[in-house]
T-cell receptor
Framework: GQQLNQSPQSMFIQEGEDVSMNCTSS?????WLWYKQDPGEGPVLLIA?????ELTSNGRLTAQFGITRKDSFLNISASIPSDVGIYFC???????????????FGQGTILTVHP | GAGVSQSPSNKVTEKGKDVELRCDPI?????LYWYRQSLGQGLEFLIY????????KSGLPSDRFSAERTGGSVSTLTIQRTQQEDSAVYLC????????????FGDGTRLSIL
């Protein structure tokens, strides 16, 4: 099946540093989604990407949909303590060019920010 | 409320008991999804509903798991004869339709099987 490989698994950074994480797949995805999950809560959508090559920003967050449609990255600039959490990439499962609603998720990147 | 609502937020039960988890999707969202998240893991798809179509049950791990969606809105996930490996956070999401519309998640039900 379609799997997403997300890296790194965890990051420990100082407040103010920039962060980069990425997802890769052996399969093509038509959509890439980036979610953040805080402890005890459900994932919250950060950025949605719909076109190969698309670069989208949301405040200090920037994400890109790879040209090959098999990868995506998420950057966080000037990190702050509230950026702590687990970041997931996700994409809709597809077959024969048709995307289905169910999502497949990466394993997550645990981000720790030291003040 | 404005978001996806799940209840209970926590459930502790003994092995062998049946449990029911409830999800209220965002009003007007026609698609509803259930996922499972084991400790330290990503989300695993279980089942989804779209309007009046037959649900996609391809992610249900065993026949002890079932779900229904009444009136195209509220959904209930039922686990019969619970096992310790069923312990996880069960997350519900909804979206306005299939395809590329983003899914919005509830805060989940944390299920612990003793």
């Amino acid at each position: 099946g379609q799997q997403l490989n997300q890296s790194p698994q965890s990051m420990f950074i100082q407040e103010g540093e920039d962060v980069s994480m990425n997802c890769t797949s052996s399969s093509i995805f038509n959509t890439w989604l980036w979610y953040k999950q805080d402890p005890g809560e459900g994932p919250v959508l950060l950025i949605a990407l719909y076109k190969a090559g698309e670069l989208t920003s949301n405040g200090r967050l920037t994400a890109q949909f790879g040209i090959t449609r098999k990868d995506s990255f998420l950057n966080i600039s000037a990190s702050i303590p509230s950026d702590v959490g687990i970041y997931f990439c996700a994409g809709p499962v597809s077959a024969g060019g048709t995307s289905y609603g169910k999502l497949t998720f990466g394993q997550g990147t645990i981000l720790t920010v030291h003040p | 409320g404005a978001g996806v609502s799940q209840s209970p937020s926590n459930k502790v039960t003994e092995k062998g008991k049946d449990v029911e988890l409830r999800c209220d999707p965002i009003s007007g969202h026609t698609a509803l999804y259930w996922y499972r998240q084991s400790l330290g893991q990503g989300l695993e798809f279980l089942i989804y509903f779209q309007g009046n179509s037959a649900p996609d049950k391809s992610g249900l791990p065993s026949d002890r798991f079932s779900a229904e969606r009444t009136g195209g809105s509220v959904s209930t996930l039922t686990i019969q004869r619970t096992q310790q490996e069923d312990s996880a956070v069960y997350l519900c999401a909804s979206s306005s339709n299939l395809g590329n519309q983003p899914q919005h998640f509830g805060d989940g039900t944390r299920l612990s099987i003793l």
